[in-house]
C-alpha cells in the first residue's frame, strides 16, 4: 500500500513540474517596456551564457538604427555579451548572452523585444518581422514564409495543392465495373440463348 502511494506522490510532482514548466516559459515585460522570453531565465540559471535575438523597433530610421546598435553593444561588456550576427539593415542582432548583459538589455527602452532563435532553425533571423529570409521556410516560420491558398507547405516548401476531381476520379473507378457488369450480362444472354436452340434442335 505504501509503495503505491509513492509511486502516485512521485508522478504527481512530476506533473506538476510539467506544468510548472510550461507555464513559466512566457513573454514577461521589463521596466522599460522590453518585451523578453522567461525561458531565457531558465537557461541562465543552468548555464553562464544563452544564445538570443534583440529586436529593434522596425518604425526606426535604418540610419539610426546602426547608431544605436553601436551604442547598446558599446553598453556590453566582452564577458557579458558575445555578437554573432548583425546583418546591415536589419533591425536585429544576436549573440551569447550573461545574466548581467540580459539586466542592461532589460532596461534599453530602444529595444522592443529580447528571444530564443528558433529551434531547429539554421539562422537567427527573427520569425515574424515580415522578412522571408534565406534561412526560413514555411515549415520554421508560417508567419514570414507562409504559403498562398492555392500552395501547401510540403518539408518546408510551397507547393501547388494537388486538387482531385470527385467527378472524374468516380469515373475512373466506375468504369471497370460497368464494362464486366455488360460483359457478365452479355454472356449470360448468349449462353441463354445457345441453350434455347440446343432444345429447340432436340
Not at 514548466?21 to 531558465?42: K, P, R
Not at 540559471?45 to 522596425?58: A, C, F, G, K, M
Not at 486538387?163 to 457488369?181: G, M, Q, Y
Amino acid at each position: 500500500m505504501r509503495k503505491k502511494k509513492t509511486i502516485f506522490s512521485v508522478f504527481l510532482v512530476l506533473v506538476v513540474v510539467s506544468m510548472f514548466g510550461v507555464v513559466t516559459s512566457e513573454m514577461l515585460i521589463s521596466s522599460a517596456n522590453v518585451s523578453y522570453d522567461s525561458a531565457i531565465i531558465e537557461a541562465l540559471d543552468n548555464q553562464s551564457n544563452v544564445r538570443i535575438i534583440v529586436e529593434l523597433s522596425p518604425s526606426l530610421d535604418k540610419d539610426f538604427v546602426v547608431l544605436l546598435k553601436e551604442d547598446i553593444l558599446s553598453n556590453l561588456s566582452s564577458s557579458e555579451f558575445t555578437l554573432k550576427q548583425n546583418i546591415n539593415g536589419s533591425y536585429w542582432f544576436s549573440g551569447e548572452i550573461t545574466k548581467e548583459g540580459l539586466e542592461k538589455l532589460k532596461l534599453n527602452e530602444n529595444i522592443i523585444r529580447i528571444y530564443l532563435p528558433i529551434s531547429g532553425s539554421t539562422t537567427d533571423a527573427p520569425c515574424g518581422d515580415g522578412v522571408c529570409d534565406i534561412e526560413e521556410n514555411c515549415k520554421l516560420c508560417d508567419v514570414d514564409c507562409g504559403c498562398s491558398e492555392q500552395e501547401e507547405c510540403v518539408k518546408g516548401e510551397c507547393e501547388i495543392k494537388k486538387i482531385t476531381n470527385s467527378k472524374n476520379s468516380l469515373w475512373f473507378w466506375a468504369t471497370p465495373v460497368l464494362i464486366t457488369f455488360f460483359l457478365i450480362v452479355i454472356i449470360y444472354f448468349v449462353k441463354r440463348k445457345s441453350n434455347s436452340l440446343k432444345k429447340g434442335e432436340k
